[in-house]
């Protein structure tokens, strides 16, 4: 896919902002000077704006430059995949915050996904008998069972939220499998998951997702701080 100059226009945008050449309060060069630096009709440069005001990353204001806004507060799910994309390496601390989201957001589509599709979620575990200890192998399955899981559940919300996700999440899960007891952690979260759902043990089945998630966010942070 071709991309478009005001697609472009607005990612060098972003960077600058990211990399703190405007900071929050800050007003834009007026559109005229950004044509010129861009070697760019207007038209495209206004076209770009209004990308970065709609992700909340500027206030377009009448008759002055726009103004660099609060990206955290003024933000949205593409906010945030903006700035991770802006990165080659994934931060350890937005790995922090992905598995503080997963404890309150992986449950809940679980729990619908087990109440009224349960057979096709255990057909989603076939693959794992098979699968091989590696942290890239891991990423993809891990990937794969969120997504279908969130496709199950009747609230289609929870698979918009995590289509938003969908080109970083592998970069940051394979980070996280690179450690050997974050996979061991994962594939007995993996058995008994499936044991319980096996079972119809529903209430367990959530229970063990709601702790795997808590676990998870906690060896990451061992994992930071230089532990083992």
Do not use: C
Request: proline share 6%; aromatic share 10%.
């Amino acid at each position: 896919m071709i991309e478009r100059s005001s697609e472009k226009i607005t990612k060098q945008l972003i960077r600058s902002i990211l990399e703190k050449e405007w900071r929050t309060n800050d007003p834009l060069p007026p559109e005229r000077e950004l044509a010129t630096h861009y070697q760019v009709g207007r038209p495209t440069i206004r076209e770009a704006l209004q990308r970065l005001e709609r992700d909340g990353w500027v206030t377009i204001r009448k008759g002055a430059p726009a103004l660099v806004n609060d990206y955290w507060k003024r933000g949205n799910l593409m906010t945030i995949v903006n700035i991770l994309q802006h990165h080659d390496d994934i931060p350890d601390e937005f790995i922090v915050y992905m598995l503080e989201l997963r404890i309150t957001l992986t449950p809940a589509y679980v729990r619908d996904a087990l109440l009224h599709h349960r057979l096709q979620m255990i057909s989603l575990f076939i693959p794992l008998q098979e699968l091989p200890d590696d942290p890239k192998s891991y990423a993809e399955f891990d990937w794969k069972l969120q997504k279908n899981v969130a496709e199950l559940s009747p609230n289609p919300v929870f698979l918009l939220i995590l289509n938003s996700f969908e080109n970083i999440y592998g970069k940051m899960a394979e980070k996280y499998f690179l450690e050997p007891s974050h996979r061991k952690a994962s594939k007995k979260y993996y058995d008994q998951f499936l044991e319980a759902t096996l079972k119809g043990d529903l209430h367990r089945a959530e229970t063990l997702t709601k702790q795997m998630m808590v676990t998870s966010l906690e060896l990451w942070k061992i994992k930071m701080n230089g532990g083992v």
